[in-house]
């Protein structure tokens, strides 16, 4: 059997609004309001179940097949979201008052 070739996207959909706008330069807030139709909406879902199903396919006992995640890329510039294979990482507790850290 011929080795997989590893894909660089599984596709994605475009983005209709994204609330509150945002523009290059300005803070990010803490939440992004991402509005899709229904056909990209349709079309996210069939990336994300085809990423999904070919991490699942992989062997889940050793440490590679464990690291394995799904990356939602969201390029507010270009106005898409793309679904990358990527690594998964684990939020490191800080303190009570703010539970996680999302710093690499």
């Known amino acids: 059997m011929p080795p ?3 894909k660089e996207s ?3 959909g475009r983005i209709s ?3 509150p706008s945002v523009t290059k330069g300005d803070p ?3 939440v992004l ?3 899709l139709t229904l056909q990209e909406a349709l079309m996210l879902n069939l990336a994300i179940d085809e990423c999904v199903r070919e991490l699942n396919s992989r062997d889940l006992r050793t440490k590679a097949g464990k690291a394995g995640g799904v990356n939602l890329a969201v390029k ?3 106005g898409r979201i793309d679904v990358v294979e990527g690594k998964t990482w684990y939020p490191r507790r800080v303190s009570a008052t ?3 850290s ?3």
């Open 4 to 6: 997989r070739q590893k």
């Open 10 to 12: 599984y596709g994605g």
């Open 17 to 19: 609004r994204v609330l």
């Open 28 to 30: 990010l807030p803490a």
């Open 33 to 35: 309001n991402v509005n």
């Open 76 to 78: 507010l510039d270009l």
């Open 98 to 100: 703010e539970p996680y």
């Open 102 to 104: 999302l710093r690499c």
